[in-house]
């Protein structure tokens, strides 16, 4: 079975730095997909960026981008600029492509880490 | 508005008690999802429903109930639930499973 970790439950950074957040799976599949996940206070769950397996290039949207290391089963998320809007629970979860049905086809998800934002 | 909306916001309970969570979505998902969110540990997949039908049920104790009347709603039954039940409960909707999962803002049930 597949299994993400996420091996730091709390970083830190200051208002317009840069921080990465660390995740870490397991799987013998060879195509799958990975996403970063972000939980406000609000709770709703926010999709922040998603990579397929497949494509070698980082996936990046404005600030937000990955470092896929396919090879070592790493997949970080970079902030850039960060602000204060950014603090958040954020997820890593991966998915597998294999097939649709089962348990293979849903969201597997890490403990979290809880980003603080300092001005 | 996300798309999923979960009701109610907030739920408090007894153990004896008989209540229902709800998810809706109009986003032309056809699955739909219950996660539950406990402090300090993963997202724990409850119940998948794919065009109405579930798919996976997750060892889940016959006291939580899923109903998926149609594709835009589902509902969570509880009855005589256990203070470690409380938690954040998750709704999430998806088109054929497919890439990514649109979330609803939760339901904090607590269990007293």
């Known amino acids: 079975a597949q299994t993400v970790t996420q091996s730091q439950p709390e970083m830190s950074v200051q208002e317009a730095e840069t921080v990465t957040l660390s995740c870490t799976y397991d799987t013998s599949e060879s195509d799958y997909y990975l996403f970063w996940y972000k939980q406000p206070p609000s709770r709703q769950m926010i999709l922040v960026i998603r990579q397929e397996a497949y494509k070698q290039q980082n996936a990046t949207e404005n600030r937000f981008s990955v470092n896929f290391q396919k090879a070592a089963k790493s997949f970080s998320l970079k902030i850039s600029d960060s602000q204060l809007g950014d603090a958040a629970m954020y997820f890593c979860?991966?998915?597998?492509?294999?097939?649709?049905?089962?348990?293979?086809?849903?969201?597997?998800f890490g403990k979290g880490t809880k980003l603080s934002v300092k001005p | 508005e996300t798309g999923v909306t979960q009701t109610p916001r907030h739920l408090v309970m007894g153990m004896t008690n008989k209540k229902s969570l709800k998810c809706e979505q109009h986003l032309g998902h056809n699955a739909m999802y219950w996660y539950k969110q406990s402090a300090k540990k993963p997202l724990e997949l409850m119940f998948v429903y794919s065009l109405e039908e579930r798919v996976e049920n997750n060892s889940v104790p016959s006291r939580f109930s899923p109903e998926c009347p149609n594709s835009s709603h589902l509902f969570l039954h509880l009855h005589t639930l256990q203070p470690e039940d409380s938690a954040l409960y998750l709704c999430?909707?998806?088109?054929?499973?497919?890439?990514?999962?649109?979330f609803g803002s939760g339901t904090r049930l607590t269990v007293v």
């Open positions: 999430a909707s998806s088109q054929d499973m497919g890439l990514g999962y649109t």
């Open positions: 979860a991966y998915r597998s492509m294999t097939n649709y049905g089962g348990s293979q086809g849903n969201l597997i």
